[in-house]
């Protein structure tokens, strides 16, 4: 069953540092999402993404962040200067369709922790 | 605007017995609604999801989930409870008004299976 996956598993990286998180949606999937989640805290939605632009963003998802589709098969979220409060599990996730009933399938996600 | 709330922040239940995590939601047009499952250290998987049509949707795992649209709620079941079960479940809301494509998650639940 094909399936979103992510890259790395875990990073540390030091606050001001730049980070870059990796996720290969399943293959024939066109809208592409970033969630996260802060320990013990719900999922919440960063950014969609499709046709090579931002389709929607939420609040959380500021000047610090950018999505970046760079080949055929990845797509990749940067957080340019790193804050203690970015520590959290990064969540990519895609979708066949962008319709409201279309289902987003999750990778395993990446937990980062910023020192 | 949408929103889900699971007012339950733990349910425990016997293993074989039936199980029941309570799900509310509020959209402003038509909802879609999700079920994800989350096991410790791992992604969200999906469960279930209700678009239209028939009020009990089935998924996996043996999992089921009611939509009543007067309460507004999408409450998840399983006639008989597994150890295996045990996870974090989370509901999930998106609205066809407004070309929302964000999921809104709720807080989660923690199910605990007692063999």
């Known amino acids: 069953e094909p399936e979103v996956t992510q890259t790395p598993s875990h990073q540390v990286t030091q606050m001001g540092q730049e980070v870059i998180l990796r996720c290969v949606p399943i293959?024939?999937?066109?809208?592409f999402y970033w969630y996260r989640q802060i320990l013990g805290q719900k999922v919440e939605f960063l950014v969609s993404?499709?046709?090579?632009?931002?389709?929607?963003k939420s609040e959380i998802f500021d000047d610090q962040f950018s999505v970046e589709r760079p080949d055929g098969s990845n797509f990749t979220l940067k957080i340019r200067s790193t804050k203690l409060e970015d520590s959290a599990m990064y969540f990519c996730?895609?979708?066949?369709?962008?319709?409201?009933?279309?289902?987003?399938?999750f990778g395993p996600g990446t937990r980062l922790l910023v020192l | 605007a949408q929103s889900v709330a699971q007012p339950e922040d733990q349910v425990n239940v016997a293993e074989g017995n039936p199980l029941t995590v309570k799900c509310t939601y509020s959209?402003?047009?038509?909802?879609?609604l999700f079920w994800y499952v989350q096991y410790p250290n791992r992604g969200l998987q999906f469960l279930l999801k209700?678009?239209?049509?028939?009020?009990l949707v089935k998924g996996s795992y043996g999992f089921e989930a009611e939509f009543n649209k007067s309460q507004t709620s999408f409450h998840l079941k399983k006639p008989s409870a597994l150890v295996s079960d045990s996870a974090l479940y989370f509901c999930?809301?998106?609205?066809?008004?407004?070309?929302?494509?964000?999921?809104?998650f709720g807080t989660g639940t923690k199910l605990q299976v007692i063999p």
């Open positions: 959209v402003s047009g038509n909802p879609y």
């Open positions: 993404f499709y046709n090579n632009e931002i389709s929607e």
């Open positions: 293959s024939n999937h066109l809208y």
């Open positions: 999930a809301v998106r609205d066809n008004s407004g070309g929302y494509q964000k999921v809104t």
């Open positions: 209700y678009i239209t049509g028939d009020n």
């Open positions: 996730a895609s979708s066949g369709g962008l319709g409201a009933q279309e289902t987003q399938y």
